[in-house]
C-alpha cells in the first residue's frame, strides 16, 4: 500500500532544487517547536518501500508544507569536442536526475500523510523515527492550520528564487518550465500579497473609511470583475445604542425579527462606462420578493449567481432591478461581527456570465473575515471614544457641581457669619434692656431708693418694656426653633377646621398696636363669598404665616403708609398653569395677600428674600432689626402646606407677597383637634377667672414653676407646687386635685412614671383627673411618649400664659 497524495503544485525539477527547497525548509525548522522529517529519517527499506523516494514533511504553529519527489529520468547535455573543430561528435559535458516535485500547504493533506506514516510504522511494529518519539508526531497532526499570510508570502518569494536561480543556470533546457512553475505560483502569490496588504492595514489603522475604501479597489483589481462594492446594512442606530446600553449597565437585545435595511458605502468601479451604484439604497418593493435572504446571510453562507436571467426567472421585479444596475453574474459574501450580519461584500460582472471559482470564494471569505475584524476593532474603538467622551464631560459636571458646592458652602459660611453678627446684635438690644431695668427696679426695691416709692405709672413702664423685650426674645428663639424644625422633617401639621375671617381679624388685631406706633394704616379686604369661610390647615401655622408677613410689611413701611391683608378662596379651575404645575391640590386654595406701601425690593434682589440668614444689602439693613429668618419660616411654612409664595415689588412703591395655600385633609387624629378650634379661635379665655378647685404643678424649675403658679392662681385656682416626684403621687391622692401639670423630664421619677401610676388609681376623682404634660419644644418624641402614657394633652416650653391658659381652661371644660 502506498501513501496518495493530492498535490497543490508539481513540477519536474532537478534534484539540486530539490534539495535546495528542503534547505529551504531546514532554515525554516530553526523556528522553537517546529518539526521537519525527511525520508533519511526511516529506519527499515519495508518502510521506505511505501513512502514517495524522497520526501520532507514541515509543521509549526504558523507554516507547515509537504514535499516529495520521484526520480523520473536522467538528464544529460552535450557539446562538440573542443579539441577538433571539424569533429561531429558531441560530448557529455552535464548530467542531471530530473524529479516529480508535489508541493502542498493544505492542512489536511499534510494531516493525512503524517497518520498515514504512523499507521504503517504501527503496522510493521518498528521504530520508524531516530530522537523523536511516534507518539510526540500524532500529537501535533491535529493541530495543523492554515498558514500565516505573512510566513507564506515569504516562503513563496524564496521558492520562486530557487526556480528562477535554476532557469538562468539551465535557460535553455528549463526556461519553459521555469515560466511554467512562476505561471502556477503567481495567482497564489499574488493572493498572499493582497491579503498580507490587508491585515497589515488592519494593524496599522482605526481608519475605517480607509480600509474598507483601499480593500474595494484592490480587490476589484485582483479578482478582475467590473464592480466591486460593499453593502452595509444600517448598523449605525443600532451601534449608537449599544454603547448607551454599555454605558447604563444594560444588556443588549437582539432582534432578528426585523428586516434590516441598508445602502451601499463603498464602490470600486473597472471603467467609466459601468453605472455606479454607490449610496443605493434598499427601498425596493421588490426586495421582500426574494425569501429570507438576510437570514441565510446571517448563517455565513456565500451566494455566487452565474446568470442572473437564470437565477432570478421566477422573481421578474428583482430581475429588473438587476439589469437596472447593470448585473450579469455576482458573487455575494455576508461580513459577520461578532456573529451579526453587518454587510455585503459583492462582485459584479456587469456585462457577461461567470462561472466563479472556489480559489476566488474562498480567497473573498479571507477577505470579509480579515474585514469584520477591522469593523469590530473600529467599533470598539468608537464605543472607546464615546466612553472617554461621556467620562470627560461627567468630570466637566462634576466639577462644575463640587465648584458650585463650595461657592454655596462659602455663601452659606458667610451668611452665617453675618447672621451671627445680626443675632448678637438683636438678642443684646432687648436683653439689656431687661437687664437694666430690672437692675432699675432691684436699686429701687433694695437700695438707698428703698424708701422711695416709684410712681404707678414708671413701674408700668418698666414692666411694659421688660415684657417687650421678653417677648421679643421668645420670638427670636421660636424663629430659630420652628425654622430647625421645618428643615429637619420633625414639624407635624395639626390640622383643624377653623374660620378664615376670625384667623385674619385675630392676626391684624394683634399687630394694630405696632402698626398706630408708626402712623401706619392696616386694613382687612375679604373676598370670601358665602359658605367657603371653614378651612382646613394647620391653624397655627397659618396664623404665623399672616404675622410674619404683616410684621415685615409694617417693618418696611414707612410712617404714614399702609398695609392691606386680602383673603379669598379660589377653586383648582381657576388656578393658573404655573400654580398648577406648583401646587398639587384637588380642592379649594385659600389665597393670603399681603399689599404695603413701603419701600420695595430691586429685582435683582427679589431671588434673596426667602433665604435663611439673609438680609438685603443696602442702607436699609442698618435701619431696620431682623436677623432674617422670618421670610425663609414662612416660605418653609407654605410649603409644608404644600402651597407657593411669590413676591412682585417695585422700589419706592411697594411689594405685594401672595401665599397660595390649599386645603388639608382632615384624619380622623385631628377631629379632636377641630372640636376644640370649634370652642374657640383665640386663645384668649374670658371665662378663665370662673375656675375653681385644686391644681397640682409638679416642677423642678423655680421660674417655670412660678410662672405657672402666678398665672392659674390668678385664674381661680388653688396651686400646689412639688419641685420632685418620688412623693408626688402619694400627694396627689391627698390633695385630689382637678387638674396636674408635670414636666416630663423631671430628676429622678420622670413625668412618664407619675402619669402612669396616677392612671392605675381606681378611686373615682383619678377617673376624671386631667394631666397636661410640659414637654420639650424640639423634642416630638416626648409629645407624643407623654400622649402614649396617658397624658391629655401637652404644652410646650417656654410656658406661653395665653396657651396654658387655654389648654387648661379647654381640660377642665370637659368635666363639667
Request: charged share 20%; aromatic share 6%; with cysteine.
Amino acid at each position: 500500500m502506498s501513501i496518495l497524495i493530492p498535490a497543490t503544485l508539481t513540477r519536474t525539477l532537478p534534484l539540486r532544487t530539490f534539495d535546495a527547497i528542503c534547505q529551504l525548509l531546514q532554515q525554516m525548522a530553526q523556528v522553537p517547536g517546529a518539526l521537519l522529517l525527511r525520508e533519511n529519517a526511516v529506519a527499515t527499506t519495508e518502510i521506505a518501500a511505501q513512502l514517495p523516494q524522497r520526501f520532507a514533511i514541515f509543521i509549526s504553529e504558523k507554516f507547515s508544507a509537504l514535499l516529495w519527489a520521484k526520480e523520473e529520468v536522467q538528464s544529460t547535455r552535450y557539446a562538440l569536442d573542443s579539441e577538433d573543430p571539424k569533429s561531429e561528435i558531441q560530448s557529455p559535458i552535464i548530467s542531471n536526475t530530473l524529479l516529480k516535485v508535489g508541493l502542498t500547504f493544505e492542512p489536511e493533506a499534510i494531516a493525512s500523510f503524517g497518520y498515514q506514516l504512523c499507521d504503517i510504522h504501527t503496522a510493521l511494529g518498528q521504530k520508524l523515527i531516530a530522537q523523536i518519539d511516534i507518539s510526540a508526531i500524532r500529537i501535533v497532526l491535529p493541530n495543523i492550520k492554515s498558514n500565516d499570510a505573512a510566513l507564506q508570502s515569504e516562503f513563496t518569494l524564496q521558492l520562486l528564487e530557487i526556480i528562477s536561480w535554476e532557469c538562468c543556470v539551465n535557460s535553455s533546457q528549463y526556461a519553459s518550465l521555469c515560466k511554467s512553475v512562476e505561471d502556477s505560483c503567481h495567482p497564489q502569490l499574488e493572493q498572499e500579497r493582497l491579503l498580507n496588504q490587508v491585515t497589515t492595514q488592519i494593524r496599522d489603522s482605526l481608519e475605517l473609511p480607509v480600509i474598507l475604501l483601499t480593500a474595494v479597489e484592490q480587490l476589484r483589481q485582483f479578482l478582475e470583475v467590473d464592480r466591486l462594492l460593499i453593502y452595509q446594512f444600517d448598523c449605525r442606530q443600532k451601534t449608537t445604542e449599544n454603547i448607551e446600553n454599555k454605558l447604563n449597565g444594560k444588556r443588549a437585545v437582539k432582534d432578528y425579527s426585523k428586516k434590516l435595511l441598508g445602502r451601499v458605502n463603498y464602490e470600486a468601479l473597472a471603467n467609466e462606462k459601468i453605472t455606479s451604484v454607490l449610496y443605493l439604497t434598499e427601498g425596493s418593493d421588490c426586495f421582500p420578493d426574494v425569501p429570507n435572504y438576510q437570514d441565510k446571510y446571517r448563517k455565513g453562507i456565500t451566494t455566487g449567481i452565474t446568470d442572473i436571467e437564470t437565477a432570478y426567472i421566477s422573481y421578474p421585479c428583482f430581475l429588473e432591478f438587476m439589469r437596472s444596475c447593470q448585473v450579469r453574474a455576482k458573487l455575494v459574501v455576508p461580513i459577520i461581527v461578532q456573529e451579526e450580519l453587518w454587510g455585503l461584500l459583492i462582485a459584479h460582472q456587469c456585462f457577461e456570465v461567470r462561472e466563479w471559482e472556489e480559489s476566488k470564494k474562498t480567497f473573498l471569505i479571507q477577505i470579509a473575515e480579515h474585514l469584520a475584524i477591522a469593523i469590530y476593532q473600529a467599533e470598539l474603538y468608537a464605543e472607546l471614544q464615546q466612553q472617554k467622551h461621556t467620562l470627560e464631560q461627567r468630570v466637566i459636571e462634576r466639577t462644575q457641581e463640587l465648584q458650585d458646592a463650595l461657592a454655596a458652602a462659602q455663601s452659606a459660611s458667610l451668611a452665617k457669619t453675618e447672621f451671627l453678627a445680626t443675632m448678637s446684635h438683636e438678642l443684646r438690644t432687648p436683653l439689656t434692656c431687661v437687664i437694666g431695668i430690672s437692675a432699675t427696679l432691684l436699686r429701687w426695691s433694695c437700695g438707698n431708693e428703698a424708701n422711695t416709692k416709684i410712681p404707678p405709672a414708671k413701674q408700668k413702664n418698666y414692666l411694659q418694656s421688660i415684657h417687650d423685650s421678653g417677648k421679643k426674645l421668645l420670638e427670636l428663639i421660636e424663629d430659630i426653633l420652628d425654622l430647625s424644625q421645618v428643615e429637619a422633617g420633625n414639624t407635624v401639621l395639626k390640622i383643624s377646621e377653623f374660620s378664615l375671617p376670625q384667623i385674619a381679624y385675630l392676626t391684624v388685631g394683634d399687630l394694630k398696636e405696632q402698626a398706630a406706633a408708626k402712623q401706619i394704616v392696616i386694613a382687612i379686604e375679604q373676598h370670601i363669598e358665602p359658605g367657603y369661610e371653614r378651612f382646613a390647615g394647620d391653624q397655627r401655622r397659618i396664623k404665623q404665616i399672616l404675622f410674619n408677613l404683616l410684621t415685615n410689611a409694617i417693618k418696611f413701611t414707612p410712617s404714614g403708609g399702609r398695609v392691606t391683608l386680602r383673603v379669598w378662596v379660589q377653586g383648582e379651575n381657576a388656578m393658573s398653569e404655573l400654580h398648577k404645575n406648583s401646587i398639587k391640590s384637588t380642592g379649594n386654595i385659600a389665597v393670603f395677600q399681603v399689599e404695603d406701601t413701603g419701600i420695595g425690593i430691586a429685582k435683582e434682589q427679589q431671588s434673596l428674600l426667602f433665604q435663611k440668614f439673609k438680609q438685603l444689602d443696602s442702607p436699609y439693613r442698618r435701619e431696620y432689626s431682623g436677623i432674617g429668618l422670618g421670610l425663609a419660616l414662612t416660605k418653609q411654612l407654605v410649603e409644608l402646606h404644600g402651597g407657593v409664595i411669590e413676591v412682585k415689588s417695585t422700589v419706592g412703591v411697594g411689594s405685594i407677597f401672595t401665599a397660595f395655600i390649599p386645603v388639608q385633609n382632615i384624619k380622623k387624629n385631628d377631629e379632636i383637634a377641630t372640636r376644640k378650634a370649634e370652642k374657640t379661635d383665640s386663645l384668649f379665655i374670658p371665662q378663665s377667672s370662673a375656675l375653681q378647685g385644686c391644681l397640682v404643678v409638679i416642677e423642678d424649675n423655680e421660674e417655670i414653676a412660678a410662672l405657672i403658679c402666678d398665672i392659674m392662681t390668678a385664674a381661680g385656682l388653688q396651686v400646689v407646687w412639688m419641685i420632685e416626684g418620688s412623693t408626688a403621687v402619694e400627694q396627689i391622692e391627698l390633695f385630689q386635685p382637678i387638674a396636674v401639670i408635670v414636666d416630663m423630664r423631671l430628676p429622678g421619677t420622670d413625668g412618664y412614671e407619675i402619669i402612669h401610676q396616677l392612671r392605675k388609681i381606681s378611686a373615682p376623682y383619678a377617673q376624671c383627673l386631667k394631666i397636661l404634660a410640659l414637654t420639650s419644644k424640639t423634642m416630638l418624641s416626648d409629645q407624643k411618649a407623654a400622649i402614649n402614657a396617658g397624658a391629655d394633652d401637652y404644652l410646650s416650653k417656654p410656658v406661653q400664659p395665653q396657651e396654658l391658659l387655654y389648654k387648661i381652661t379647654n381640660l377642665l371644660r370637659t368635666n363639667s
